[in-house]
């Protein structure tokens, strides 16, 4: 199984509904709550190439992006080979 990253933010619905699909697979996932550290944010803006919205998911070298990016890659069929450690 790959690793995967969350970067998040308190009191954020995308973030919950992430979190809420990655718990229903029974993924393990290390989560950055990056709410209060300015460190963990720019580490996050970096990782993700720019992007500055929560939540940011990596799954393993991945960076799948946010909530909706996640969500749609469900509905394609393609996140449980992803998380297997494959390519989307």
Known sequence: MANV????RMMCGFC????RL????GVAYQEHDASFSDEL???MIQ???GR???PQIFIGDTHVGGCDELHALERAGKLDALLAGGQA
């Open 52 to 54: 500055s919205t929560f």
């Open 5 to 8: 990253t969350i970067y998040t």
């Open 22 to 25: 990655l718990d229903s697979k």
């Open 16 to 19: 919950s509904a992430a979190k």
């Open 41 to 43: 944010r720019q580490e």
């Open 47 to 49: 990782r993700a190439k």
